[in-house]
C-alpha cells in the first residue's frame, strides 16, 4: 500500500521544485525528504523527478503521480476537516495565522487571556505574511486585513471586525528637531516590496534625503524612532508609541477591514467557535485604535 506520509513528501518537493524547499515546507531535513520520496519510488517502481542544475523536475510518471496525490490530499483535508468539525471539546490544538504586526502590537494580550480562560486548549500562533491554506488546515483561524470581501475564497466563512486605518508617523524628537530648524536629512522609511504609497503626502514636514529601505515592520518602527525620517504605519502602532507623531498636516488612510476567517467545517469545532467570538469582541473594543480615533496628537 501507498504511504500517505510518502505522497504529501513528495508534493512539497513538485511544488517546491526542490528537496529544500520541500524540507523547509515540511520542518524535517533535506536527507528525510529523499528518503521519503525514494520510498514512494520503489513502491510505484518508477522514477518520479528528473534532478537537474536549477532544481527537481518532474518525469511524465511524476506527473501522472501529482494528479493522483493531489485528489489523494483533498480528500485526506476534506476527511480531516469534517471529523474536526465534530470536534466540541474544549481542549486540543487551535492554530492561528496573523501577520507579526498585529500579533506583536495588538492581539497577543488578547490571546494570553483567551489562554488563561481556556488553559486545555494548546494555542499555536503563527504570525507570518504568508496566507495559510485554511482548505488544507495549514490554520484554523485567519485574522487578515482584507481590502475587498470580493478577493476571498468563497468556501471561506468571514467574520468581519473594524475597519484599519494608516498614517504618516516621525519620531516626536526629530519633529521637534524639524521645528527648530535641523538641517539633517530626513529620509522616506519604507519596506522595500511596498515602497511609499500614493497616498501618503508628505505634509508640513518634506523629506530631503534617499529613502531607507528595510524588510520588516519591526526595523522600520525601529528606525523612525532612530529618528531617520518619516514613515507610513497602522494607527494602532504608531498612535499607542509615546516615541512617535503623526506628521502634520498628513491624512489617515483606510487598509481595508479586519476579517476573522474559518473554513466551514472548521468554524463548527467549540474551541474555534470560542475564540472567533472572543477575538470578535476583542477587535470591537480595539475600533476606536484601529481607526486612529483613540489618541489625538499634536
Known amino acids: 500500500m501507498i504511504d500517505w506520509d510518502d505522497v504529501r513528501y513528495f508534493l512539497a518537493a513538485a511544488r517546491g521544485g526542490s528537496v529544500r524547499a520541500a524540507a523547509k515546507r515540511l520542518g524535517v531535513n533535506h536527507a ?9 519510488e520503489g513502491r510505484l517502481g518508477a522514477q518520479l523527478f528528473e534532478k537537474l542544475p536549477s532544481g527537481y523536475r518532474l518525469t511524465a510518471a511524476g506527473e ?6 493531489e485528489q489523494m490530499e483533498a480528500s ?36 494570553a487571556d483567551f489562554a488563561r480562560l481556556h488553559p486545555d486548549i494548546e494555542m499555536e500562533i503563527l504570525s ?24 476571498l475564497p468563497l468556501n471561506l466563512h468571514g467574520l468581519k471586525g473594524p475597519a484599519l486605518f494608516g498614517g504618516v508617523y516621525i519620531s516626536r524628537d526629530r519633529l521637534d528637531a524639524w521645528r527648530a530648524g535641523a538641517t539633517d536629512p530626513l529620509r522616506w522609511i519604507v519596506i522595500s516590496m511596498h515602497g511609499i504609497p500614493d497616498w501618503a503626502s508628505e505634509g508640513e514636514v518634506g523629506t530631503t534625503g534617499v529613502p531607507f529601505r528595510i ?6 518602527i525601529a528606525a523612525v524612532r532612530q529618528g531617520l525620517g518619516i514613515t507610513t504605519l497602522p494607527c494602532f502602532v504608531g498612535d499607542a508609541d509615546p516615541l512617535l507623531v503623526r506628521v502634520p498636516g498628513t491624512d489617515l488612510h483606510m487598509y481595508g477591514t479586519l476579517w476573522l476567517l474559518t473554513q466551514g467545517e472548521t468554524r463548527k469545532t467549540e474551541r474555534v467557535r470560542l475564540f472567533t467570538a472572543f477575538v470578535s469582541r476583542s477587535l470591537a473594543a480595539h475600533a476606536p485604535l484601529l481607526a486612529g480615533l483613540s489618541i489625538s496628537r499634536d
Open 64 to 69: 501522472e503521480v501529482l494528479e493522483l496525490a
Open 76 to 111: 485526506s483535508n476534506q476527511l480531516e476537516t469534517r471529523i474536526f468539525g465534530r470536534d466540541q471539546s474544549v481542549r486540543g490544538l487551535l492554530r492561528v495565522t496573523l501577520t507579526p504586526i498585529l500579533a506583536t502590537h495588538l492581539l497577543i494580550p488578547d490571546f
Open 215 to 220: 524588510t520588516d515592520a519591526g526595523a522600520q
Open 128 to 151: 507570518s505574511g504568508e496566507l495559510a491554506n485554511l482548505t488544507n488546515r495549514e490554520a484554523d483561524v485567519a485574522i487578515r486585513v482584507v481590502y475587498d470581501r470580493k478577493t
Open 32 to 40: 528525510t525528504v529523499l528518503r521519503r520520496i525514494a520510498q514512494l
